[in-house]
């Protein structure tokens, strides 16, 4: 049961340039997260999807897109990375809206 | 928007002292409050989580306390160990969102 599986770990991105973060969950969670965490600030909510085929704006949505392909997978989009969106991102799943969320290991992002 | 304020931002205790963290909410629709650690390089992980028609839960050393008509929860961590040392997160719901806190550093020293 690998739980939340997040790819990948690390990357460095130069500015202007885009990439997707993946996140799949094998718990059969209806609620799925992205959150980024820096230093001082805790985690933000960038885009939730409460259920397969609907994604909501959270917190800190500017210059992301996502994508909940099915129910197990849910994908977060640079299309033109700044260094603003170096942080550890990560992503987060639940049964439903009120209960645990578990979390994926992180992405280590440096846009440079 | 659902808006979490969680105090301390940092927190030192000795061992087997007691610590506590604050946080408030803002949405008065918001039903369940949990609790994250999260050590150094790690994810965050539940550690006790409270809904909205109770009003305190303990588990072990740890107890959450909720007063819905002050919107404000509390984490109430007693005997505290080194090993509590970590990175402490309140969160509420909005919706179907969960908003976190900015979180609370605990440094337990022996």
């Known amino acids: 049961n690998a739980g939340v599986t997040q790819t990948p770990k690390f990357q460095v991105l130069k500015t202007g340039q885009s990439m997707t973060l993946q996140c799949a969950q094998d718990m059969n969670h209806n609620s799925m997260y992205w959150y980024r965490q820096d230093p001082g600030m805790g985690l933000r909510l960038i885009y939730y999807?409460?259920?397969?085929?609907?994604?909501d704006k959270g917190e800190v949505p500017n210059g992301y897109n996502v994508s909940r392909l099915n129910k197990r997978e849910f994908s977060l989009r640079l299309e033109s990375a700044a260094p603003s969106q170096t942080s550890v991102y990560f992503c987060a799943s639940s049964e439903t809206g009120t209960s645990e969320a578990f979390f994926g290991q992180g992405t280590r992002l440096t846009v440079v | 928007g659902e808006n979490v304020e969680q105090h301390p931002s940092t927190l030192s205790v000795q061992e087997g002292d007691s610590a506590v963290i604050k946080c408030t909410y803002s949405d008065s629709a918001s039903n369940y409050f949990p609790w994250y650690k999260q050590e150094l390089g790690k994810r965050p992980q539940l550690i006790i989580d409270?809904?909205?028609?109770?009003g305190e839960k303990k588990d072990q050393r740890i107890a959450v306390t909720l007063n819905k008509t002050a919107k404000h929860f509390s984490l109430h961590i007693t005997e505290t160990q080194p090993e509590d040392s970590a990175v402490y997160f309140c969160a509420a719901t909005h919706g179907t969102a969960l908003i976190f806190g900015k979180g609370t550093t605990l440094s337990v020293s022996s």
């Open positions: 409270i809904r909205s028609n109770v």
């Open positions: 999807s409460a259920s397969e085929g609907t994604t």
